[in-house]
């Protein structure tokens, strides 16, 4: 079955202090895709990145920095210097299935930044 | 820009009610979904439609009806609500199904007494 499994379900930390969101997924598909998205305490849900199967090139914006490793199938994402405001659940969520998929999210991290 | 806009954000029904969750969106995308998100878990698809004209059911399709009215509306229906589809539901939208980030709404928080 493909799936996705975010084996941390809550961190806390202090501001400042870097963190990592790890982030874990099953795919036989070839092509895939893979997002990260924030719900703050508000309750939306905030796209924060994609990235295709073909791309492993890591990317950095801003604090945010997400490390894609396929040969281990994780896709996972550091805060860096940590602020109050990046408290939320995170969600990994994988795309596969092509034209006919859909987005499979995972349980969710739930991180604290405590000043 | 509203982005996605649901109505309403919060609804309390009696089991056996009914009623329609509204979704509605100005980016012109293709694509659009409802998802359902109980407490500790992440979302999952109820229904989809990959395009005007278009629905599919997701990984938890029973108890609910979908309807694309156009390009911008897409409305999710519980004909006889069940305390087990207490939930909050989100709709979202992407240019297509493949590869595309999903959009979502604020979400509406429904209650079945």
């Known amino acids: 079955a493909q799936k996705v499994t975010q084996a941390q379900t809550e961190i806390s930390v202090v501001e400042k202090e870097d963190v990592t969101l790890d982030c874990v997924y099953e795919?036989?598909?070839?092509?895939?895709?893979l997002f990260w998205y924030k719900q703050p305490p508000s309750g939306e849900l905030v796209f924060l990145i994609r990235?295709?199967?073909?791309?492993?090139q890591n990317e950095i914006s801003g604090r945010y920095s997400w490390n894609f490793q396929k040969s281990t199938s994780s896709f996972n994402f550091t805060i860096t210097a940590s602020q109050v405001v990046d408290s939320a659940v995170y969600f990994c969520a994988p795309l596969y299935g092509g034209s006919q998929g859909n987005l499979i999210f995972g349980k969710g991290t739930k991180l604290s930044v405590k000043p | 820009n509203a982005g996605v806009t649901q109505t309403p954000k919060f609804q309390v029904l009696k089991t056996g009610q009914s009623m329609t969750l509204q979704c509605a969106q100005d980016?012109?995308?293709?694509?659009m979904y409802w998802y359902r998100q109980d407490p500790g878990m992440g979302l999952r698809l109820i229904y989809y439609s990959a395009s005007e004209g278009t629905t599919d059911k997701g990984e938890v399709p029973n108890g609910y009806n979908v309807s694309r009215l156009n390009k911008r509306e897409f409305s999710l229906r519980l004909e006889s609500a069940a305390p087990s589809q207490t939930s909050v539901y989100f709709c979202?939208?992407?240019?297509?199904?493949?590869?595309?980030?999903?959009?979502f709404g604020d979400g509406t928080r429904l209650s079945i007494l």
């Open positions: 980016m012109n995308h293709n694509s």
């Open positions: 979202a939208s992407s240019a297509t199904v493949e590869g595309q980030p999903q959009h």
């Open positions: 795919t036989r598909d070839t092509t895939y895709y």
């Open positions: 990235r295709n199967s073909f791309d492993e």
